[in-house]
Structures are given as structure tokens and as C-alpha cells.
């Protein structure tokens, strides 16, 4: 037990050090660094993957993925594969290497190498083979990190997308029926939803829609001297209105986040 110098002239620190202050500084976040160099890309050409340059850090492990790094596949069977970098601090290696299995993909080792040493995989690529031909599976889901001003301009977007209002011409499904597409169930509950119709507007708290199971309520207006009962109902990101009458028409919708 004691003190150790770490950034002071003649320190001499061990490389889990540096690693552990990295992990840190990256937030504890574990992947291909994004935006920085070509993102570790990958095409592929008669079964071999080629990469582009670009840093991943793993537990603050800092590996650089050079330029034209290149790995080959063999055609033999239909298979589900990945293209792995790995870590191995027991070892104190860093390979690139593939590992593949029929049906599914394979499964991968991920220690956690700030407590423990040993063997951490990061899948770099993932892919699907027969015995004649390869394709890269750009839905497999990969790990990066994104730097902080990245990700404070994200959230501010997000936010912004969050609480400004939608206008919406809605679709006419028949006469008196319309729905409203690509809508959050999460931001209808948190909405003021006016619908504005030829001669007046229906004002509807969006949150009425989930307290029953079933996802439909029903709100009371007026229109041109008679009274009425709209429906709403909510499924798959789409938002269906019902008015009182088939001869009623709906012009737009407006969406307001509280």
C-alpha cells in the first residue's frame, strides 16, 4: 500500500494504468471510436473482408486498426460468422481472427478487463457465407463510441425532436376516418393532440389512449351546432380518428409535447 506517482517525470506506470484512466475518460464505454479516421469500415471482395483505419478501445486498451488490414474467409458451407478483434491481457495480444458456426451466430467471450484479466472479443464485422458466395449482415449490431460533442449535440436534437410541436395532414382512410403514421406511443402520452376540422378543433389529451388496455378513448365536441363523440385509437405507430359523422373532415393535426 502507498502512493504512485503516475504523471510526474521518471514515473514508471503499467499499461492497466493508462488503460483504466482511458476506460474513464471514455466514459467506461467499450467499441470502434467513431468519427475518428475511417470508423474501422469493412467491404468484401472474393471472401476476403478489407478495413478501413480506425482506433478501438477496449477497457482503454487502445488498438489501431491499420489501413488495408485484411482477413479471408473459406467458401465451404452455409454458415453464420463473425470477424473478431481480440484482446488478451493474460497474454498481452491483440488478433484479428473469425469465428463461425452453422444456424446462428457464435457466441463470444467478453471479460471485464478493468477487474479481470483475460480474453475481451469485439465483433468488428459480421457476416453469412455459403459455399459460393459471402455477404456482410449490416444489421448485426456493433459497439462504437462517440465522442462528447457528438453526443451533447445528439441529446440536443433529441430534445428539440422531443418538445417541438408536429403538424400533420392527416390520411383519409373513408369518409369521417383518418389516421396519423410514424407516431410514438411514448410521445402521444406526454401530448395535447388538437384536431382542426372545417369549423372547429378538437382538443384531446393523448395520455386518455393508455389508461385502458386497448388503446382507444373518445372526447365529446361540438360542430356546427350539433354534438358529437370523436374516436382515437392507437396500434403500431398509428393513430386513428373517428368522427361523428362520415360528412365531417378532418384538415390537420397538430401534436403538442408537454
Known amino acids: 500500500m ?3 506517482k503516475i504523471t510526474f517525470d521518471g514515473a514508471s506506470i503499467t499499461a492497466k494504468v493508462d488503460a483504466d484512466l482511458y476506460h474513464f475518460l471514455l466514459s467506461n464505454q467499450v467499441g470502434i471510436i467513431k468519427g475518428f479516421k475511417n470508423d474501422v469500415s469493412v467491404t468484401v471482395s472474393n471472401s476476403t473482408f478489407n478495413f ?5 478501445s477496449i477497457f482503454g486498451r487502445i488498438i489501431y486498426v491499420e489501413e488495408n488490414t485484411q482477413i479471408s474467409v473459406v467458401l465451404d ?10 484482446v488478451n491481457t493474460t497474454a498481452n ?5 473469425t469465428k463461425e458456426q452453422s444456424g446462428s451466430y457464435p457466441s463470444i467471450t467478453q471479460t471485464n478487463l ?8 469485439l465483433v468488428l464485422c459480421a457476416y453469412t457465407k455459403t459455399a459460393t458466395s459471402i455477404t456482410i449482415d449490416n444489421t448485426y449490431e456493433k459497439y462504437y463510441i462517440t465522442n462528447y460533442l457528438t453526443a451533447v449535440n445528439d441529446l440536443k436534437l433529441q430534445i428539440k425532436n ?17 389516421t396519423v403514421s410514424n407516431v410514438d406511443s411514448q410521445l ?26 386497448g388503446s382507444s378513448a373518445s372526447v365529446g365536441y361540438r360542430h356546427t351546432g350539433s354534438d358529437h363523440i370523436m374516436g382515437f ?9 373517428s368522427c361523428g359523422s362520415t360528412s365531417h373532415q378532418v384538415n390537420r393535426v397538430y401534436i403538442y409535447p408537454r
Open 2 to 4: 502507498g502512493l504512485q
Open 52 to 56: 478501413k483505419d480506425g482506433y478501438v
Open 77 to 86: 458451407s452455409n454458415k453464420k460468422g463473425l470477424v473478431v478483434l481480440g
Open 93 to 97: 495480444t491483440v488478433s484479428l481472427y
Open 114 to 121: 478493468l477487474t479481470n484479466d483475460g480474453l475481451y472479443e
Open 162 to 178: 422531443d418538445v417541438s410541436p408536429r403538424t400533420v395532414i392527416p390520411t383519409k382512410v373513408s369518409n369521417g376516418v383518418y
Open 188 to 213: 402521444l402520452t406526454r401530448s395535447v393532440i388538437f384536431v382542426q376540422m372545417t369549423s372547429s378543433v378538437v382538443t384531446f389529451p393523448g395520455a386518455l389512449l393508455f389508461i385502458q388496455i
Open 233 to 241: 385509437h392507437y396500434e403500431n405507430g398509428i393513430l386513428s380518428i
